[in-house]
Every structure is written in C-alpha cells, then in structure tokens.
C-alpha cells in the first residue's frame, strides 16, 4: 500500500484492518504520531502493561539483533490473542529489522500473531524506513502532519460533546487561535479546559464554555506569549518582540503558532480598518470583530488602526505567510524564518 492520506488515515485508525500486519505512524507532529499509534494499539491489546500481548522495544535492542522485531512478531502468547509489537525509532535506524519483517510477510514465511507498529519522527521523502513501508502491499504508512485550525476545532468540539459540553462560537474561535500545531498540546489543554468546567460526571447538566473560561484556563500560558509577540509587532516594539517570542518558544509554542498569532491580529486589523472605510468608528469596528477587542486593549488597538493603513496592512500579512511557507519546509530554521519575519514588519512602522 501507499502513504494513506486524508479520510483513509481516519478510517484506518478508527478500524483495524487484519490484512495489514506491519504499521509505520510518522511525521513532524509527534503528539498526534502518539495517539494514533496508541489508538491502533488498543484494538489489538487494550491494556499496554500486560507482558504477554504488548511488547515494546527500542533501537538499541534491535542494534546488534535486526531479526528480533521479526521473532517477536511472528511469537505466540502464553495468554493466547494478538500481540502488539511496537518501536518507537529515530531516523531510520529500524529500517534493517522492519525490512525483515516485510520481507517476511511478501514472502509469507512470517505469520504475525498481532501487528508490528513502528513510531517515527519525521521521515524524508528518502528515507529507507518510510519508502519500505510506502511500496509493500502488506505494511502501510500513516503521515501525521502539523494540525490546522480546522483539526483543532474539530477535536475541542468532540472533547467538549462528550463532556456534555458546548462553545460559544467566540470562545472556540479564540481557542484555536491560541493553541497550536502539536495534537498532544492541544489535547493537553483542551483538558485542562474540561477539568476547568469540570468533567460532565461532577457536573449537574449540560454546560457552556465562554471566552472567560478560555482566558483563565489558556492565556497564562503558551498563548500569552505569543499574543505578547504579535502586539508588540503591531507596535513596532522590537525588544519586546524578541523578549516576547523567546518566552513563547520557552513555553512550548512552535514557530508556526506565533506566526499564525501575529496573522490573527493584522487579519483583524485589516477586518477592522475595512470597516472604518465604510464608515464605521473605530469604537464600532473593533465591537464588530470576532471575538470582539477586550476593554483593557481597545485603546492599543485603536493606536494600530491609526499606525497601519490597509495597504501596510496587506504586506505585512504577505511577509507572514511568506515565513509560514518557508518555516514548513523541512529542515529550514522555522524559529529565525519566523524571528526575522516579524522584526521586518516591526520596522514598518514609523
């Protein structure tokens, strides 16, 4: 089989397919490498302590033994049922064991008493242990990239129903602006976020999350920092801006989430300065935005819509998505890309 894309990754970890033997989960979003490989790992032994049907190993017990990943594969358990075999490598050093398994599942010499899952970081197009998996009809690849707005509301709504919980479309909106691309942070705070609102178990009835509660629950940490960053680009604060995208790397932020931070706030400003050509005030263009400028902030903000004309406004946005491109690219600086995009539009303003 291919690299499975789009729907057929979610079908797939929704529903174990017995024909596939030999799994490969890789890409640069580590949290969402976890939770997939861990879903497909529940359906064949739900209990990851259990000695007989789960069996992790490392690189360093494949080293110097490439053929045990096979053996253990291919064991029986003592408590009879499937068996997880699972490696989480680095690079390709596992591509020697695993290319013993396939080989042995092509040539069917090999009955696997389970599934053999392999977790990998991020993988190369070039890479033997990625290409292996890709061209055998019986193994496949799942690629888990960088989650986009669009992921990130569809899993805090999922959390939320079940928890008996539901958005105001405000406090969503502001959620994924403030969390980012990594799907375990952003689980990891929609949790929190739950905790916060407390699990439908404690609860008495249905509940709703407003902007407060994403406020008090998220802005404290990796967001706050990040929205430091795109205020001070805003202002053309350039010691700030460095202080401020410093502390968001320090808090776990990635570059692409406080590039996307800076976005948000000249999309609204260009939202806000569109309003005001047609003849709004400043006061009525901010209200209208959503969500709308917070009290404490109206009157920076009302000092950038004085800064930034619509056509600044234009290039600025065209420098970040240029950085965002450039930061996706593999291998490239994403944190001096994004750095050095956002001290360009500092010194636009004058």
Known sequence: MTALKGKAIEAFVAKRDHAIAAILVYGPDLGLVRERADKIAA???????????????????????P????????????????????????????????????EGLEGGHLKPTGIV??????????????????????????????????????????????????????????????????RGVSRAEIEKLVLYKGPKAVR????????????????DTVSDAASDAAAATADGASARLARALHRSAAAGASPIGAVRSIQREFTRLRAARAAMAGGASA??????????????????FEARLKRWTPAKIDKALSILLEAELAAKSTGSPSAEIVERAALRIASMVS
């Open 43 to 65: 359906q064949v032994c739900s209990d990851f302590k259990d000695p007989f049907n789960y069996v992790e190993l490392a690189d360093a017990d494949l080293k110097s033994d």
């Open 67 to 102: 053929s045990r990943l096979a053996d253990e594969a291919a064991a029986l358990s003592m408590m009879g049922g499937d068996r997880v075999v699972r490696i989480r490598t680095s690079g390709d050093s596992a591509s020697a064991a695993a290319s013993l398994v396939i």
């Open 117 to 182: 899952l392999v977790e990998g970081g991020d993988l190369s197009k070039s890479s033997k242990l990625r290409k292996l998996f890709e061209k055998s009809k019986a193994a496949v690849a799942l690629p888990c990239y960088a989650d986009g707005p669009a992921d990130v509301r569809s899993i805090a709504q999922s959390v939320a129903r079940s928890e008996d919980l539901r958005f105001e479309p405000d406090a969503l909106d502001l959620l994924v602006v403030l969390l980012g691309e990594d």
């Open 204 to 219: 008495d009835g249905p509940a709703t999350i407003v902007v407060d509660d994403i406020r008090a629950v998220l802005v």
């Open 283 to 300: 006061e009525a263009a901010m209200a209208r935005l959503r969500p709308p400028v917070f009290f404490m902030e109206k009157r920076a």
